[in-house]
């Protein structure tokens, strides 16, 4: 475990040209797939992605929230977590799909949160 969250670590310090979203579901995925914490690794998981769409400026203020999505797509959101720990390339490849789909449905919900502040 150790040496791939030393890797996770050097991708996430800029050892990666991969667009942001790839980014961020790499980060998110490899977290829950290795467990490190014991408890609260979703939670760590979402965060260190929502950090890492932060940090690489495509959401610099952080105002997306695909949290949104996982909540209301849970078991996808499962299916899809459990299929990229496999490691198998349809496996990472339905995680990264998937992320990359809750990524713009929480754009929406923070577009549409704040057209529902400003009426």
Request: glycine share 10%.
């Given at each position: 475990m150790a040496g791939r969250l030393d890797?996770?670590?050097g991708l996430i310090a800029g050892g990666s040209d991969a667009p942001a979203p790839i980014l961020a579901a790499v980060v998110h995925g490899e977290l829950l797939a290795l467990t490190p914490f014991g408890t609260a690794d979703g939670v760590v998981a979402r965060a260190a992605s929502r950090l890492t769409l932060i940090s690489t400026g495509l959401d610099p203020k952080g105002l997306v929230v695909?949290?949104?999505a996982y909540l209301r797509?849970?078991?996808e959101y499962?299916?899809?977590?459990?299929a990229f720990a496999t490691g198998e390339l349809?496996?990472?490849?339905?995680?990264?799909l998937f992320c990359c789909s809750a990524i713009t449905d929480g754009a929406r919900e923070a577009s549409s949160i704040a057209d529902a502040a400003v009426s």
């Open positions: 890797l996770l670590a695909p949290e949104v797509k849970r078991n499962a299916n899809a977590a459990a349809g496996g990472v490849q339905t995680w990264l």
